[in-house]
Protein backbone atom coordinates (compact mmCIF):
# COMPACT_ATOMS: atom_id res chain seq x y z
CA UNK A 1 0.00 0.00 0.00
CA UNK A 2 1.26 3.71 0.11
CA UNK A 3 1.78 6.11 2.45
CA UNK A 4 3.00 9.62 2.44
CA UNK A 5 5.03 10.99 5.04
CA UNK A 6 5.95 14.74 6.00
CA UNK A 7 8.06 16.08 8.30
CA UNK A 8 8.39 18.08 10.70
CA UNK A 9 5.07 17.80 11.99
CA UNK A 10 5.07 21.30 13.39
CA UNK A 11 7.83 23.72 12.66
CA UNK A 12 8.14 27.75 14.76
CA UNK A 13 11.08 30.00 12.87
CA UNK A 14 11.65 33.70 12.75
CA UNK A 15 10.90 35.98 9.92
CA UNK A 16 13.59 35.67 7.81
CA UNK A 17 15.05 32.39 8.77
CA UNK A 18 15.47 29.73 5.95
CA UNK A 19 12.62 26.92 5.62
CA UNK A 20 12.85 22.81 4.49
CA UNK A 21 10.39 20.92 4.56
CA UNK A 22 9.78 17.50 2.89
CA UNK A 23 7.55 14.67 1.72
CA UNK A 24 8.41 11.42 0.80
CA UNK A 25 5.62 8.93 -0.87
CA UNK A 26 6.31 5.17 -0.78
CA UNK A 27 5.09 2.43 -2.29
CA UNK A 28 4.04 3.55 -5.83
CA UNK A 29 6.55 5.20 -8.93
CA UNK A 30 6.52 8.31 -10.82
CA UNK A 31 3.64 10.15 -9.26
CA UNK A 32 2.53 13.30 -9.58
CA UNK A 33 3.68 15.52 -6.29
CA UNK A 34 1.72 18.62 -5.08
CA UNK A 35 2.16 21.12 -2.46
CA UNK A 36 -0.80 23.18 -1.03
CA UNK A 37 -0.85 25.82 1.61
CA UNK A 38 -3.48 25.88 4.04
CA UNK A 39 -3.88 29.99 5.94
CA UNK A 40 -5.95 30.12 8.69
CA UNK A 41 -9.47 29.65 7.82
CA UNK A 42 -8.90 29.71 4.51
CA UNK A 43 -9.38 27.21 1.80
CA UNK A 44 -6.38 24.98 -0.01
CA UNK A 45 -3.76 27.13 -2.47
CA UNK A 46 -2.12 24.71 -4.72
CA UNK A 47 1.58 26.25 -4.44
CA UNK A 48 3.78 23.72 -6.78
CA UNK A 49 3.25 20.51 -8.66
CA UNK A 50 5.49 18.04 -10.35
CA UNK A 51 4.87 15.21 -12.98
CA UNK A 52 8.48 14.19 -12.53
CA UNK A 53 12.32 14.79 -11.67
CA UNK A 54 13.31 17.86 -11.44
CA UNK A 55 9.89 19.04 -13.05
CA UNK A 56 8.35 21.72 -10.86
CA UNK A 57 5.79 23.89 -12.10
CA UNK A 58 4.64 27.22 -10.01
CA UNK A 59 1.31 28.01 -9.42
CA UNK A 60 1.90 31.10 -7.25
CA UNK A 61 5.00 33.40 -7.17
CA UNK A 62 6.32 33.59 -4.25
CA UNK A 63 9.32 33.63 -2.16
CA UNK A 64 9.18 29.89 -1.50
CA UNK A 65 10.37 26.88 -4.22
CA UNK A 66 10.38 23.61 -4.66
CA UNK A 67 12.43 20.76 -5.45
CA UNK A 68 12.10 17.23 -6.60
CA UNK A 69 15.74 15.96 -6.00
CA UNK A 70 14.36 11.76 -6.44
CA UNK A 71 11.14 10.21 -7.63
CA UNK A 72 9.46 10.19 -4.46
CA UNK A 73 10.54 13.04 -2.39
CA UNK A 74 9.37 16.66 -2.42
CA UNK A 75 11.01 19.59 -0.78
CA UNK A 76 9.62 23.14 0.32
CA UNK A 77 12.08 25.26 0.47
CA UNK A 78 12.64 29.04 1.25
CA UNK A 79 15.66 30.92 1.74
CA UNK A 80 14.21 34.39 3.82
CA UNK A 81 10.68 33.59 5.12
CA UNK A 82 8.04 35.91 5.52
CA UNK A 83 5.28 36.58 8.33
CA UNK A 84 2.61 35.78 5.43
CA UNK A 85 4.34 32.27 4.90
CA UNK A 86 2.82 30.98 8.44
CA UNK A 87 -0.11 27.91 7.65
CA UNK A 88 -0.22 24.52 7.25
CA UNK A 89 1.77 22.73 4.36
CA UNK A 90 -0.18 19.53 2.66
CA UNK A 91 1.54 17.36 0.44
CA UNK A 92 -0.23 15.16 -1.55
CA UNK A 93 0.65 12.65 -4.40
CA UNK A 94 -1.78 11.64 -7.21
CA UNK A 95 -0.82 8.69 -9.89
CA UNK A 96 -2.21 9.32 -13.63
CA UNK A 97 -5.29 7.12 -14.43
CA UNK A 98 -6.22 7.22 -10.88
CA UNK A 99 -8.36 10.75 -10.63
CA UNK A 100 -7.67 10.92 -7.32
CA UNK A 101 -5.07 13.12 -4.78
CA UNK A 102 -4.02 11.69 -1.43
CA UNK A 103 -2.94 13.71 0.86
CA UNK A 104 -0.03 13.81 3.84
CA UNK A 105 -0.61 14.97 7.48
CA UNK A 106 0.52 18.13 6.80
CA UNK A 107 3.42 20.65 8.67
CA UNK A 108 1.88 23.04 10.41
CA UNK A 109 4.56 26.47 10.24
CA UNK A 110 4.12 29.14 12.21
CA UNK A 111 6.37 32.67 11.24
CA UNK A 112 7.14 34.67 14.11
CA UNK B 1 -12.10 28.28 -16.16
CA UNK B 2 -12.59 25.78 -13.39
CA UNK B 3 -14.19 26.55 -9.87
CA UNK B 4 -15.51 25.46 -6.49
CA UNK B 5 -18.22 27.13 -4.81
CA UNK B 6 -19.31 25.84 -1.57
CA UNK B 7 -21.32 27.35 1.08
CA UNK B 8 -20.34 29.59 3.76
CA UNK B 9 -19.58 27.94 6.87
CA UNK B 10 -19.67 27.22 10.08
CA UNK B 11 -22.17 24.95 10.16
CA UNK B 12 -23.34 23.97 13.39
CA UNK B 13 -26.31 20.81 14.25
CA UNK B 14 -27.07 19.06 16.84
CA UNK B 15 -26.67 15.21 17.16
CA UNK B 16 -28.58 13.16 15.01
CA UNK B 17 -29.29 16.33 12.58
CA UNK B 18 -29.52 16.08 8.79
CA UNK B 19 -26.75 17.42 7.07
CA UNK B 20 -26.56 19.34 3.77
CA UNK B 21 -23.71 20.87 2.34
CA UNK B 22 -23.76 22.43 -0.91
CA UNK B 23 -21.29 22.72 -3.84
CA UNK B 24 -21.78 23.93 -7.20
CA UNK B 25 -19.34 24.05 -9.63
CA UNK B 26 -17.74 25.26 -13.10
CA UNK B 27 -15.68 22.85 -15.72
CA UNK B 28 -14.07 23.36 -18.93
CA UNK B 29 -14.42 19.50 -19.49
CA UNK B 30 -16.28 16.75 -18.05
CA UNK B 31 -14.49 16.84 -14.02
CA UNK B 32 -14.97 13.95 -11.35
CA UNK B 33 -16.17 15.35 -8.36
CA UNK B 34 -14.70 14.67 -4.65
CA UNK B 35 -15.29 15.61 -1.07
CA UNK B 36 -12.15 15.92 1.30
CA UNK B 37 -12.80 15.60 5.08
CA UNK B 38 -10.25 17.65 7.33
CA UNK B 39 -10.59 16.84 11.15
CA UNK B 40 -8.76 18.79 13.84
CA UNK B 41 -4.98 19.29 12.92
CA UNK B 42 -4.72 16.70 10.53
CA UNK B 43 -4.57 16.56 6.70
CA UNK B 44 -7.03 15.57 4.10
CA UNK B 45 -8.87 12.25 3.50
CA UNK B 46 -11.16 11.29 0.42
CA UNK B 47 -14.61 11.01 2.35
CA UNK B 48 -16.58 10.26 -1.25
CA UNK B 49 -16.37 10.53 -4.92
CA UNK B 50 -18.48 10.49 -8.39
CA UNK B 51 -16.81 10.13 -12.01
CA UNK B 52 -20.14 10.80 -14.15
CA UNK B 53 -23.62 12.42 -13.91
CA UNK B 54 -26.04 10.50 -11.82
CA UNK B 55 -23.22 8.74 -9.83
CA UNK B 56 -23.73 8.47 -6.07
CA UNK B 57 -21.15 8.77 -4.10
CA UNK B 58 -20.81 7.48 -0.36
CA UNK B 59 -19.07 6.51 2.70
CA UNK B 60 -19.49 6.65 6.31
CA UNK B 61 -22.97 7.27 5.91
CA UNK B 62 -22.48 11.06 3.82
CA UNK B 63 -23.18 10.76 0.54
CA UNK B 64 -23.47 13.14 -3.24
CA UNK B 65 -24.73 12.96 -6.04
CA UNK B 66 -23.66 14.33 -9.05
CA UNK B 67 -25.91 16.47 -10.95
CA UNK B 68 -25.03 17.81 -14.29
CA UNK B 69 -27.88 19.47 -15.20
CA UNK B 70 -27.52 21.50 -12.07
CA UNK B 71 -23.67 21.25 -11.54
CA UNK B 72 -23.81 20.43 -8.16
CA UNK B 73 -22.07 17.65 -5.95
CA UNK B 74 -24.24 18.26 -2.70
CA UNK B 75 -22.86 16.31 0.66
CA UNK B 76 -25.46 15.32 2.82
CA UNK B 77 -25.53 12.82 6.20
CA UNK B 78 -29.16 11.61 7.31
CA UNK B 79 -28.07 11.73 10.82
CA UNK B 80 -24.66 13.37 11.86
CA UNK B 81 -22.47 12.77 15.25
CA UNK B 82 -19.91 14.70 17.10
CA UNK B 83 -17.33 12.70 15.55
CA UNK B 84 -18.46 14.40 12.36
CA UNK B 85 -17.15 17.47 13.02
CA UNK B 86 -14.80 18.62 10.67
CA UNK B 87 -13.84 21.01 7.77
CA UNK B 88 -15.42 19.35 4.42
CA UNK B 89 -13.80 20.63 0.90
CA UNK B 90 -15.73 20.01 -2.70
CA UNK B 91 -13.43 20.07 -5.55
CA UNK B 92 -12.86 18.72 -8.94
CA UNK B 93 -10.77 16.86 -11.23
CA UNK B 94 -11.27 17.13 -15.10
CA UNK B 95 -10.95 13.62 -16.62
CA UNK B 96 -7.79 12.64 -18.53
CA UNK B 97 -6.21 14.81 -16.82
CA UNK B 98 -2.65 13.59 -16.81
CA UNK B 99 -1.80 16.46 -14.05
CA UNK B 100 -4.44 15.00 -12.06
CA UNK B 101 -5.17 18.75 -10.54
CA UNK B 102 -7.77 19.13 -8.02
CA UNK B 103 -9.85 22.64 -8.07
CA UNK B 104 -10.55 22.78 -4.28
CA UNK B 105 -13.50 24.74 -2.61
CA UNK B 106 -12.71 27.04 0.18
CA UNK B 107 -14.20 24.50 2.58
CA UNK B 108 -17.06 24.34 5.19
CA UNK B 109 -16.66 24.02 9.01
CA UNK B 110 -19.04 21.58 10.21
CA UNK B 111 -19.62 21.48 14.48
CA UNK B 112 -21.96 18.75 16.30
CA UNK B 113 -22.92 19.35 19.50
CA UNK B 114 -24.14 16.38 21.66
Known amino acids: SQTIHQWPATLVQPVGSPLSLECTVE??????LYWYRQAAGRGLQLLFYSVGIGQISSEVPQNLSASRPQDRQFILSSKKLLLSDSGFYLC???????????FGPGTRLLVL | GNSVTQMEGPVTLSEEAFLTINCTYTATGYPSLFWYVQYPGEGLQLLLK?????DKGSNKGFEATYRKETTSFHLEKGSVQVSDSAVYFCALMNRGSTLGRLYFGRGTQLTVWP
Open chain 1, 27 to 32: GTSNPN
Open chain 2, 50 to 54: ATKAD
Open chain 1, 92 to 102: AWSVEGWETQY
